[in-house]
Antibody, heavy 119, light 108 residues
Framework: EVQLVESGGGLVQPGGSLRLSCAASGFTFSSYWMHWVRQAPGKGLVWVSR????????NYADSVKGRFTISRDNAKNTLFLQMNSLRADDTAVYYC????????????WGQGTLVTVSS | EIVMTQSPATLSVSPGERATLSCRAS??????LAWYQQKPGQAPRLLIF???TRATGIPARFSGSGSGTEFTLSISSLQSEDFAVYYCQQYNNWPPLTFGGGTKVEIK
């Protein structure tokens, strides 16, 4: 069974940093693109970032470009999101998502981890 | 950036009735359109991809149609477990990957 388990969320002050992790199991992690998608409380889904299989290529939403960094450790089957210069509008549940078919299709999703940016 | 617009924002339907949800893209996305279902407190799950192909394990009462800029998700006979929020998403032209704002299907 494919499993994606996020961790690392929590309360952080504006301007602070946080590193999210996503432990993957049940599939050949090194073969798949991976994404982060976020959802602010009571709001819709917003794509954040994507990384290809060997970490040679990344993409970011304009809202996080220059502040967030996606990375992966294929030896440890783990995806990361380093978030710096956090703002109140970064408050959201962050989902780790596998790409189905290397096309930008999200399947499956992790259960999410909540990041709250507040003083 | 391709903007995805869903309508209506809320759909009130009685169990056993048919629900029809719409999604419009600001420019053609061909058939590179997916639908996701999200229940309260849960992560989204993939329902439909390629505009009309059901994902593994998705019941046949869910069907998708459309191409280009106009898409529809139909649920033929609503079951209690189908009351949820549904999102469309384009993966034709990115970054960024973009979602619609969602349609909440609620019990009438």
């Amino acid at each position: 069974e494919v499993q994606l388990v996020e961790s690392g969320g929590g309360l952080v002050q504006p301007g602070g940093s946080l590193r999210l992790s996503c432990a993957a199991s049940g599939f050949t992690f090194s073969s798949y693109w991976m994404h982060w998608v976020r959802q602010a409380p009571g709001k819709g889904l917003v794509w954040v970032s994507r990384i290809n299989s060997d970490a040679s290529s990344t993409n970011y939403a304009d809202s996080v470009k220059g502040r967030f960094t996606i990375s992966r450790d294929n030896a440890k089957n783990t995806l990361f999101l380093q978030m710096n210069s956090l703002r109140a509008d970064d408050t959201a549940v962050y989902y780790c998502v596998r790409d189905r078919g290397w096309v930008g299709l999200f399947d499956p999703w992790g259960q999410g981890t909540l990041v709250t940016v507040s003083s | 950036e391709i903007v995805m617009t869903q309508s209506p924002a809320t759909l009130s339907v009685s169990p056993g009735e048919r629900a029809t949800l719409s999604c419009r893209a600001s420019q053609s996305v061909s058939s590179n359109l997916a639908w996701y279902q999200q229940k309260p407190g849960q992560a989204p799950r993939l329902l439909i991809f390629g505009a009309s192909t059901r994902a593994t394990g998705i019941p046949a009462r869910f069907s998708g149609s459309g191409s280009g800029t106009e898409f529809t998700l139909s649920i033929s006979s609503l079951q209690s477990e189908d009351f949820a929020v549904y999102y469309c998403q384009q993966y034709n032209n990115w970054p960024p990957l973009t979602f619609g704002g969602g349609t909440k299907v609620e019990i009438k």
